[in-house]
Each structure stands twice: as C-alpha cells, then as structure tokens.
C-alpha cells in the first residue's frame, strides 16, 4: 500500500483524543512511507493529519475544489496540492489516487465520501478496503446501525464484515495490507435480479 486516502473533520472535535488519533494516523503514514491522500484542507482534523505527515518526513497530496480554496482553507504546504472544479471531482481523482480509505471522527462530509466508497465496493465498482478508525468511541453508533441494517436485511452480513472498525492503527495497516473483498451478492432476495453490468457512472 503505497497511498491511504483519510477522510475525517474540518472541525476538531469535542474530545482531544480525536486530534490525538489523527496525529498519530499521521506519523504512522510517514513512518512507514505511505502517502496521503485527503481534501487539501488546513482546518480541524484535516490539517492536523496533514500537518503531522509533513512534521514527519511524508508526503501529502491534498484535492481540493476551487471554492474552499475561495474560502481560504486550502493547506499551501502540502507536496502536492491539486485544484479541482467540484465535489463531484474531488472524490473521483481521490479515490484514483488511493490504495485504501480511511475515516477518522468526521461530519456529513466524512460520511457521504466513506459510504460512497463502500457503496461501490457493494457494487463490484471497486476492491479497495475501508476503514473506521475510532478513538472515545466516537464510530460505535455507526456501527450499531450498520448490524440493524443486517438483521433487518438491507446489508448483506459479508458486505457489513467487509471493512474495518477499530482504535489500533497497528491492526487497521495489517489488516488493509492482507485485504480480500467479499464476494457476496448485494442482492439478499432468493430470486436474484438479473446481472447487472454496472460501471460508476450508473451509481
């Protein structure tokens, strides 16, 4: 794994342990000379990961769409920081750009780009691993609600295990690195619909 795309807070948080963890994500990525890939932002946790990245000897490759760079949250130290036009463009050429996704405590933001990743793995649209990387318990509600959509069967229980949750960065890397994704069918009807040639811009 060469690249780790982390998607976490503009904000910081309400606990130090949040800004702890993305100091330590940051480190470790440098340390072992994993590149990051996140949304170019020099605020909240985002800064804060890219920032002990750079402290450490890595490199930081930020993709940032043209207004916030309006609104003047863009990081100009990085390695690499590129301008885009949109959102929409933001989390393509990011995901182009990964090896893995990650999710530190986030927002809105930090959930719509996660779910998307995870949505196309469902779909057979990619084969990169996700992962949840918690600190003060912040993803176990998530989690919660992840298992009630499996006993209710709008998950498939192989997709819900087919990611990671978890505080050890140590145990995140080893199990990225060993990642194989499920092949479970999305489909948890007995009749299943007709195969489906799906490519990422029908989702």
């Known amino acids: 794994m060469k690249t780790l795309c982390v998607y976490c807070g503009s904000n910081a ?16 990525l440098a340390d072992d000379g994993i590149t990051l890939v996140y949304g170019g932002g020099n605020v909240g946790l985002m800064g804060i990961v890219a920032d002990a990245v750079l402290e450490h000897g890595g490199e930081v490759i930020g993709v940032i769409p043209q207004q916030l760079v309006d609104w003047e949250v863009a990081h100009t130290g990085l390695t690499r920081l590129e301008v885009v036009d ?25 959930l719509d780009e996660m779910f998307e990743m995870l949505t196309w793995r469902q779909l057979g649209l990619a084969k990169k691993p996700c992962a949840f990387l918690d600190s003060n318990g912040f993803w176990q509600p998530l989690m919660t609600m992840l298992d009630t959509m499996v006993r209710e069967r ?50």
Request: charged share 25%.
């Open 154 to 203: 709008f998950l498939h229980p192989e997709q819900r295990a087919d990611m990671w949750q978890g505080s050890d960065i140590d145990a995140m890397l080893a199990w990225m690195r060993s990642y194989v994704p499920a092949q479970a069918d999305k489909w948890l009807d007995e009749k299943r619909r007709s195969q489906l040639r799906l490519t990422p811009e029908d989702v």
């Open 86 to 110: 949109s959102m929409h463009t933001r989390k393509a050429r990011m995901f182009e750009l990964a090896d893995g996704f990650v999710a530190l405590p986030g927002g809105f933001g930090t």
């Open 13 to 28: 948080g309400r606990h130090p342990a949040y800004a702890s963890l993305a100091r330590a994500l940051g480190k470790r």
